[in-house]
Nanobody
């Protein structure tokens, strides 16, 4: 059974940092397209970024230069390092995975549409 379990959320002041983790079980994350999404109540889920099976990451324009996605294949864990946080980063953060997307296809829109698995989410609150 495949499971994605996020952790690391919390409350932080604007300008601060948080590191989210997503532990994967049931498959090897090295071979999957994975990514992070966030959602605020009443709004659609939006993409933060993705990382492909080769380890190449792509990001939403709103987080470029401040957020970094990495994966630890030995620990089957996905990370999201968030620096210089802004209040608009507040929301529930989800990790997602898809087994079918090849590296060129591992981008936010495609992962949103085709993902096989979601985690349960972890809450991030950024206060001004």
């Amino acid at each position: 059974q495949v499971q994605l379990v996020e952790s690391g959320g919390g409350s932080v002041q604007a300008g601060g940092s948080l590191r989210l983790s997503c532990v994967v079980s049931g498959y090897s994350n090295s071979s999957y397209c994975m990514g992070w999404f966030r959602q605020v109540p009443g709004k659609e889920r939006e993409g933060v970024g993705t990382i492909d099976s080769d380890g190449s990451a792509s990001y939403a324009d709103s987080v470029k230069g401040r957020f970094t996605i990495t994966k630890d294949n030995a620990k089957n864990t996905l990370h999201l390092q968030m620096n210089s946080l802004k209040p608009e980063a507040t929301g529930t953060y989800y990790c997602a995975a898809d087994h079918s997307l090849l590296p060129p296809e591992c981008v936010i829109d495609w992962l949103m549409a085709s993902r096989d698995y979601w985690g349960q989410g972890t809450q991030v609150t950024v206060s001004s």
